[in-house]
């Protein structure tokens, strides 16, 4: 099994900056990519970010390019998600998420494809 423990989530107004952790525990070894997933009240759970151990190749929501990004601390076995310059649109309830998949399977950012979850940690950006 693999645990996810998400935190960094909070309030910020729109423009300011936040950076959200997962610490990894467990079978690590078991999932090559990791994700950061956000669902807003009333709207389906979207990908945000992903990162591909193998080759750490990164992929991003349109909407967040330039704005985010994925990284990880492997030392601390740790995926961070800088949001900069953030938007009340990006109001959602983040999720790290992480899996075994092929490089095309962890950029598509499928939900269903993920088996392992945090509990989320909420992110409230005020205009």
């Known amino acids: 099994q693999v645990q996810l423990v998400e935190s960094g989530g909070g309030s910020v107004q729109a423009g300011g900056s936040l950076r959200l952790s997962c610490v990894i525990s467990?079978?690590?070894?078991?999932?090559?990519?990791m994700a950061w997933f956000r669902q807003a009240p009333g709207k389906e759970r979207e990908g945000v970010a992903s990162?591909?151990?193998?080759?750490?190749?990164?992929s991003y929501l349109d909407s967040v390019k330039g704005r985010f990004t994925i990284s990880r601390d492997n030392a601390k076995n740790t995926v961070y998600l800088q949001m900069n310059s953030t938007k009340p649109d990006d109001t959602a309830m983040y999720y790290c998420?992480?899996?075994?998949?092929?490089?095309?399977?962890?950029?598509?950012?499928?939900?269903?494809?993920?088996?392992?979850w945090g509990r989320g940690t909420q992110v409230t950006v005020s205009s």
């Open positions: 990162s591909y151990t193998t080759n750490s190749l990164t």
């Open positions: 467990g079978r690590i070894y078991a999932t090559n990519c």
């Open positions: 998420a992480a899996a075994l998949l092929s490089y095309g399977d962890c950029r598509s950012m499928r939900r269903n494809n993920y088996n392992y």
